[in-house]
C-alpha cells in the first residue's frame, strides 16, 4: 500500500482528521475487519487488572516476548501517553470459535491472528503517511507465538533484532486495556472463551485491534 507522504503541519492536519479517520474506519472494513469505530482516547479503558489475568493464572505469553507483560508497556505508562491524543480507531473481527480452541501452532489460527497485525500495521503506516506520524497501534494474542511459533524464543529478549519489527507489537490486553468493555460498550459481540468453552456454545469469537492516531 504505496503512499505519497503528506506535508507535516504543525497543527497536525486537524481540519483534515476527521476525513483521515473516517477513510482509516473505510480501510479497516476493506481489510478484513468485521466492525470498526473511530473513537474517543479518552473512551479507552486502561485497568490494571487486565495484566494481572495475564500473571493469574499465567498466561502462555507471560515473560516469554518482548511485547508481553511484564515487558510491555505499563497501564501507568500507556495512560499518561494517551494524554496526548484525542483519537483512534478501533475495529475487531469476527472469526469461527472452534478457530480459538485449536493450538497455538495451529495455521489457520495464527492467520487469524496475523490479520489483526496485518490491518494495525497498514492503518499505523496509512496514518504515519499522512502526518501523524506519531500514531501507534496494538493487536492481538502474542506476537510471538503469532509470528514466530512456539517453538523459537523472542529475539528481541535475547538482544537481537525482532524476526517481524514492522508488524510486531504488543496486544491490546498486554498494556492493560479492558477489550471486553470496549467491545461490549460499541454494541459488539464477545464472549469469553477458555478451556472448557464448546464452540456450539459460542456464535462466534472476536478479535480486535486499535491505531491511536492523535
Avoid at 481489510?31 to 470498526?36: C, D, F, R, V, Y
Avoid at 504488543?170 to 477489550?179: D, F, K, L, W
Avoid at 477458555?194 to 456454545?201: K, L, N, V
Wanted: net charge neutral.
Amino acid at each position: 500500500m504505496v503512499r505519497k507522504p503528506a506535508k507535516v503541519t504543525v497543527d497536525m492536519r486537524r481540519s483534515q482528521l476527521m476525513e483521515d479517520l473516517e477513510n482509516y474506519q473505510r480501510i479497516s472494513l476493506e481489510l478484513g475487519a468485521s466492525e470498526a469505530k473511530i473513537i474517543k482516547t479518552k473512551d479507552i479503558p486502561v485497568e490494571e487488572a487486565v495484566v494481572v489475568k495475564c500473571q493469574i493464572p499465567g498466561c502462555y505469553g507471560y515473560g516469554i516476548c518482548a511485547h508481553c507483560p511484564p515487558h510491555a508497556p505499563k497501564p501507568a505508562e500507556l495512560r499518561k501517553y494517551l494524554e496526548g491524543y484525542e483519537k483512534a480507531v478501533f475495529f475487531i473481527k469476527y472469526v469461527p470459535t472452534e478457530l480459538l480452541l485449536r493450538d497455538r501452532d495451529d495455521k489457520e489460527r495464527r492467520d487469524a491472528f496475523r490479520s489483526i497485525y496485518d490491518i494495525v500495521s497498514k492503518i499505523e503506516a496509512m496514518a504515519f503517511y499522512d502526518g501523524y506520524y506519531l500514531s501507534f497501534g496494538f493487536a492481538v494474542g502474542s506476537c510471538k507465538t503469532t509470528f514466530c511459533g512456539p517453538d523459537k524464543s523472542c529475539t528481541v529478549l535475547e538482544e537481537k533484532v525482532c524476526r517481524f519489527p514492522f508488524v510486531a507489537r504488543p496486544s491490546m490486553e498486554a498494556v492493560g486495556i479492558n477489550v471486553y468493555k470496549m467491545v461490549a460498550a460499541a454494541g459488539w459481540e464477545i464472549y469469553p472463551i477458555g478451556h472448557s468453552t464448546r464452540a456450539e456454545d459460542i456464535p462466534r469469537a472476536t478479535l480486535a485491534g486499535i491505531v491511536i492516531v492523535q
